[in-house]
């Protein structure tokens, strides 16, 4: 059979999400069936991420995305993972899994236009809950991963999880180490974020670049009260109509978990995708161990069930602008 181009999989894969949208992942074609993937080391977060954790769910969930864009065409990814650590400013690119394209006679329930069409939306959300049979859905698949999904639609639950994650990314805002590195991906106009093709755009966060930039480059304005009170209301709206939150619960603490939890979040989020429901990731609450502490007294986990490693909001939006990505030419290296 003919196998597919590993270029034109890496051309649907690179939508695929990132923490901060940083896109670590590149790719070396060795042949038509064999290619090595790779973590750019200068696109490690050491700082909010030290171990790794997250970015290797971000490459889960790309070499996921890569699979299904090749069940799309009859074959499939098969991987081999080198599970080496993901060490910063090693001066090169690091080995994360050994890739081969295998014919695939099976079913896939979810299409490659899922892919492109998937967004995160952090736009206000239309007031409804999102309905039990697509929460039920969702709980299945986690399950077939070994995870576990739970939602709720309390109000006041709901209220909570989404002030501590506003006052949790005010505070990593505040605190020098942890704006440094988010401030690296952070781009201040629209321009600047097409050039570059990574990063968080003013129009994909909800905010006007210029006070993003003022943000960063003016610290003291936003220690002023009424000016802490505007940003936080500006905030506040961009959370409007939030009714249904949920979190992930299972296996993650070894390299192996995260990069099957990455694999299953990707066929989490483009089944939301299907039923046109956007996702929102909290990801600071896990990130900042204060923050962690906060959430874990107000939802105490099960140790049986693992460690719940991801909180976000979810429902239906006005579509919502998407962020850049680099070319496909650009992540396929020599």
Known sequence: MDLPAWTSLVETARWAPSPHNIQPWRLRVIDERRAELLCDDQRLLPETDPSGRFTMV??????????????????????????APLVP????????????????EGSEPLSRDLIVRRRTSRLPYDGR???????????????????????????????????LNRETLFYDLADEVSRGEVGRWLRFSARS???????????????????????????????????????????????????????????????????????MLARLWLTMTARDVYL???????????????????????????????IFRLGRSEEPPRSHRLRADELVVG
């Open 58 to 83: 971000g490459l889960g969930i790309f070499l996921e995305t890569l699979a299904i864009a090749a069940r799309a065409e009859g074959a499939d990814v098969e991987a081999d993972y080198a599970l």
């Open 89 to 104: 400013d090693s001066g090169r690119l690091l080995p994360f899994a050994e890739l081969g394209l295998v014919p695939f």
């Open 129 to 163: 809950p999102v309905e039990q049979e697509t929460l039920a859905d969702l709980e299945r698949i986690a399950t077939d991963w070994g995870q576990v999904a739970t939602f709720a639609s309390d109000p006041e639950l709901v209220a909570f999880i989404v002030d």
């Open 193 to 263: 974020a097409a050039e570059t093709g990574d990063g968080f755009s003013p129009a994909a966060l909800g905010f006007p670049g210029w006070l993003l930039r003022l943000f960063f480059h003016a610290r003291g304005v936003f220690e002023l009260p009424v000016v802490r009170t505007v940003v936080r209301r500006l905030y506040g709206r961009t959370m409007r109509g939030t009714r249904t939150i949920g979190w992930l619960e299972g296996p993650f603490e070894t390299p192996e978990d995260w990069i099957r939890s990455g694999r």
């Open 280 to 310: 929102h990731p909290f990801g600071s609450i896990f990130t900042n161990e204060a923050a962690n502490r906060t959430l874990l007294e107000r939802i105490p986990t099960d140790p049986a069930r693992g460690r719940m490693w991801l």
